[in-house]
């Protein structure tokens, strides 16, 4: 028995299925979708037409069809892809807001003296365009706590987190100061600008027995708004 050689259109309909059957199975291939496209819509131009659906029913028709129908799913699905994409961008970019704690507690220095300091967590401010800052400071000891400006706060911004950069300075006590986003991610430094007490202080009562120094803590929040 005498094999059929395959006719040209059918053999061109095949390599371009197995090659979109390799691109959407994610196989590594040199050539990506866009390297087909000019072609493949110039095929489907000349080659899908309401006619073909009417045409006789021959094997490269129907392979006519199939690849036909591939491709205007392709279109459809490019198509959907692209509407959820906006709807997402618009709904990133409506008008909002985010509260970020970046300290609460206890401040540890590095290291423990005069020119030591502390960074908070990260936050990611993608989409937020202004932020307001509010921060309290204090100095505790065993039977009470001093509210100090002897900390000091630099704001920092850094569009990978690799590489950071100082936007804003604050002291201890700072309410409602307003800043322009200028990166994607934000924290805060910490700076010590006082050496730890070495022996006792005294407490704000006359009478009051003096105690050993304890700690610094901070309170810092950023309010990120667009």
């Known amino acids: 028995m005498r094999l059929r050689k395959p006719s040209r259109t059918a053999g061109i309909a095949i390599a371009a299925l197995v090659a979109c059957a390799l691109i959407g199975a994610g196989v590594a291939y040199a050539l990506t979708a866009a390297s087909f496209e000019s072609r493949a819509t110039a095929w489907q131009a000349a080659t899908c037409k309401e006619s073909l659906l009417t045409a006789k029913v021959t094997a490269a028709n129907n392979q006519k069809i199939a690849l036909c129908y591939a491709l205007a799913k392709t279109q459809e699905q490019g198509a959907s892809i692209a509407n ?7 709904l990133e970019t409506q008008g909002h807001s985010a509260d970020h704690t970046f300290f609460n507690g206890s401040l540890t220095f590095s290291p423990e003296a ?58 201890c006590g700072w ?7 200028a990166g994607r991610y934000y924290r805060v430094k910490a700076t010590r600008l006082e050496q730890p007490s070495s022996g006792t202080v005294c407490g704000p009562q006359a009478n009051e027995t003096c105690l050993p120094f304890h700690t610094f803590s901070a309170v810092t929040l950023g309010h990120f708004t667009n």
Do not use: M
């Open 84 to 90: 959820l994409q906006a709807a997402v961008t618009a």
């Open 114 to 171: 005069a020119g030591g300091v502390a960074y908070s967590p990260v936050f990611d401010a993608r989409n937020y365009t202004g932020l307001v800052v509010t921060s309290t400071c204090s100095k505790e000891y065993a039977s009470y706590t001093a509210y100090i400006a002897t900390v000091q706060l630099t704001y920092e911004y850094s569009p990978d987190q690799a590489t950071w950069f100082e936007q804003t300075e604050s002291a």
């Open 175 to 181: 309410s409602g100061h307003v800043v322009a986003t």
